[in-house]
């Protein structure tokens, strides 16, 4: 007898990685509900700590339009998430540059050590899990894991901007 649901042909559904690849978005987000939980933290702070993180390692500015837009969040729980931000010692607002009414976020040291704290274990794991791979096979999983991640955000936006005329359903 077949695992699959009743009615359901066994080749439907995605193809075999692309489940592992949901499986593993799946526990990637428990992962960051517990550790952030633990933290009393929110997903949304977490993700917006990542981005804040991954700006600063470009030298570019973020600002709370810039966490509106690439969370995409209404303002008053763009507003929310700052103050919890700010409220919580992650994050400090600043007025810098020459336009002195644009806010800019930037994280504080103990953002950097909480985050350290609650990833920790995750880092830890994964690094022991790659252990087990030659570095030709971590080059073709991390050429494959970017290429996966560009499908999704191509895939993204066009969810968002709606189907295409010529692609949609007839």
Known sequence: MSAEAPGTPAAA???????????????????????????????????????????????????????????NLSSPATTALVDRLHNSGHVVREREGADRRQVQLRMTPKAYRDGGAMFLPLARHMGAAM??????????????MNSMIDATVRAGEEAARGPSPDKAPG
């Open 13 to 71: 559904g995605p193809p075999p990685l692309v489940r592992l690849l949901q499986e593993f978005t799946l526990e990637a987000n428990r992962y960051v509900d517990s550790a952030g939980g633990r933290h009393d933290m929110h997903r949304t702070d977490l993700n917006a700590l990542a981005l804040m993180m991954r700006h600063a390692a470009r030298n570019q500015i973020v600002t709370p339009g810039v966490l509106r837009k690439e969370l």
């Open 131 to 144: 252990e087990g791979f030659t570095p030709e096979e971590l080059q073709i999983v991390t050429r494959f």
